[in-house]
């Protein structure tokens, strides 16, 4: 199989890959170069779509503070944010954020050059900038993507995806195995750091707000190598959702912003409901407003709910959310005049692989930032725009981190010193699995079983039937195409979040079970490590 050797290779090119790529590139000497691998265009990621914001806590806002906003998120947090990470993360951005300008971010501003700051749900502050109005995550991608473009130490690979970790048995990374979806070619890459930057998990759900690629897979391919994996029960459900009918499933989001600049949830007939949920109504916790949704919705025996934007002074509303407004217009829906159809969907995934803020996990050699990684900031819901903040924080860490690391040149390891036990090259290309078919059931079984609400029959019926998926995926494959391999990771996501919801036997944050409804005394964090049984190695390559 060819190969090849790269210094550090980083898999994903959304916020956290991209600015990780430029830090390392810019602030380390790293002889065999950085590649960048992303499975699909350059930037086509979650944080693309990123609406709302990213949390500036002190930057030219002089009321707020870091123990205001540590306070906020460890509220959201229900309990499991880890305190020392969270002020950690918020010191730092600050000085992410101007590094953000510095590589070409443009955040709006006011007529006199200030920088907007916007509110969002359980913030105590307007502390939130943004870019383009509701476009903050093209923002941020295309000003990142650009500068990537043009750095001569960074190799972009686009169309390839990790597939598999090399693991020696000295349990350290030592690079991975790409396929490369354009030409079907298999090619292993040997580095000194491996750095997952592959997002979270929102696929697995029938209603997302995700685009395609949030799959799983640095989840899956780490809990494969044997990494520690964290509260993956905490699935994060956006309340609002544009709803059109109940087959719109890639679901464009209405930020959490037009809440926050005053929009109103409401029943088709104008009449509002939040205020017997929360004191702070629509701004409540996101897992709140969710579950008040949710449970209108079932009241009701309807799809969705309404979001009536039309209490915001219209061309303030147009100016101030262009993008929502076009797609709304382009689906009939003038949000100056008419309340939006709106449900919640599957949105940010806030375990992962579990992480320091510099991005190492239990593996050496084996790095995770961003969706993908769970260093504790989130706890059982994440608050809003806290996670591009983590994303640009955690890839400046590591930067530090690896620039005092003396990383050794790559090295080409011999086969049978890697845990990994066979290197396949060819993918069958027999076209006799319909995996749409086949992501769209778990999809299902996830959304109705392992959704907003849950309990112990729906969870063990959805363990059961998990089982059977797999086993009549596993077959005979021994290599697969793009989509068999992200189906995969699928899976093997799907079973991570359900044994972890199975594992609480409480309703804490996101986690939300009919059956055990309270909350336990102790917030104890759910961990789970593959105990790597040959017959599930076979199942990670095959
Ligand atoms: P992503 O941006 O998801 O990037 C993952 C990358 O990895 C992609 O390029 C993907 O193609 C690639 N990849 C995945 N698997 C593989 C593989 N096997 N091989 C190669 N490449 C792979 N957060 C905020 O803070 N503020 C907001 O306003 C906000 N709005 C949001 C709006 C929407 C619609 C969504 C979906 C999310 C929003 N979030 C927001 C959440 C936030 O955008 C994400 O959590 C964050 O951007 C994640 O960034 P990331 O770099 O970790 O992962
Ligand atoms: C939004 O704009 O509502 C999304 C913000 C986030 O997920 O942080």
Request: charged share 25%; aromatic share 6%.
């Amino acid at each position: 199989m060819k190969h090849s050797e790269y210094s550090v290779i980083i898999v994903g090119s959304g916020a956290a890959g991209l600015y990780a790529a430029l830090k390392l590139s810019s602030q380390i000497n790293l002889p065999d170069g950085i590649l960048l691998l992303t499975k699909s265009n350059l930037g086509e990621s979650n944080s693309r779509y990123a609406q709302g914001g990213i949390v500036g806590v002190v930057h030219q806002n002089p009321q707020d503070s870091v123990d205001l906003h540590v306070k906020d998120t460890l509220k959201a947090g229900a309990g499991l944010s880890d305190e020392k990470v969270t002020q950690y993360i918020s010191e730092a951005s600050d000085v992410v954020i101007n590094d953000l300008i510095n590589f070409g971010v443009d955040f709006d501003k006011d007529d006199s050059g200030n920088i907007n700051f916007t509110l969002e749900a359980a913030h105590s502050y307007r502390r939130i900038l943004h870019v383009g109005g509701d476009a903050t995550g093209k923002g941020i991608t295309s000003a990142l993507a650009k500068k990537v473009l043009d750095d001569k130490n960074i190799t972009v690979v686009e169309n390839a995806i990790a597939t598999e970790l090399l693991i020696s048995t000295d349990n350290s990374c030592k690079g991975l195995i790409m396929y490369n979806s354009l030409t079907n070619e298999h090619e292993i890459i040997y580095s000194s750091a491996t750095v997952l930057a592959t997002g979270g998990v929102g696929q697995l759900y029938k209603y997302t707000t995700n685009p395609a690629g949030a799959t799983g897979d640095g989840i899956a391919l780490a809990y494969n190598a044997g990494a520690i994996i964290q509260d993956m029960e905490f699935v994060q459900f956006h309340p609002t959702a544009l709803a059109l009918s109940p087959e719109s499933k890639n679901r464009f989001l209405i930020s959490e912003a037009v809440r926050g600049e005053g929009a109103k949830l409401v029943h088709q007939n104008g009449e509002e409901f939040m205020s017997k949920y929360h004191d702070k109504r629509e701004l409540a916790p996101r897992d709140v407003v969710t579950r008040a949704i949710y449970n209108e919705m079932q009241m009701m025996h309807t799809d969705n709910m309404y979001l009536n934007a039309t209490v915001i002074e219209g061309s303030k509303l147009l100016r101030r959310f262009p993008t929502i407004s076009k797609c709304c217009k382009e689906n009939g829906i003038d949000i100056t005049k008419m309340s939006i159809p709106v449900a919640p969907a599957a949105h940010y995934t806030m375990g992962g692989i579990k992480a320091t803020v510099e991005g190492r996990t239990s593996i050496s050699g084996l790095y995770a930032i961003g969706e993908v990684a769970s260093t504790g900031l989130h706890g059982a819901n994440r608050l809003a725009s806290n996670s591009l903040l983590e994303c640009v924080v955690c890839a400046y860490e590591l930067t530090d981190y690896l620039s005092f690391a003396n990383l050794e040149a790559p090295k080409i390891i011999d086969d049978n010193i890697l845990k990994t036990i066979k290197l396949y090259e060819v993918p069958i290309s027999e076209n006799d699995y319909n995996i749409s078919k086949l992501k769209q059931n778990l999809k299902e079984l996830m959304w109705n079983n392992v959704g907003i609400l849950r309990n112990e029959t729906g969870l063990l019926e959805a363990k059961k039937c998990l089982e059977k998926f797999k086993s009549e995926f596993k077959r005979n494959r021994k290599c697969f195409n793009k989509d068999e391999y992200e189906y995969r990771n699928m899976l093997i996501a799907a079973e991570l979040v359900i044994e972890s919801a199975l594992n609480r036997k409480e309703s804490r944050g996101a986690h939300s079970r009919t059956d055990y409804n309270s909350m336990l005394d102790t917030a104890t964090h759910t961990q789970l490590i593959s105990i790597n049984k040959k017959e599930d190695r076979e199942f990670s390559l095959c």
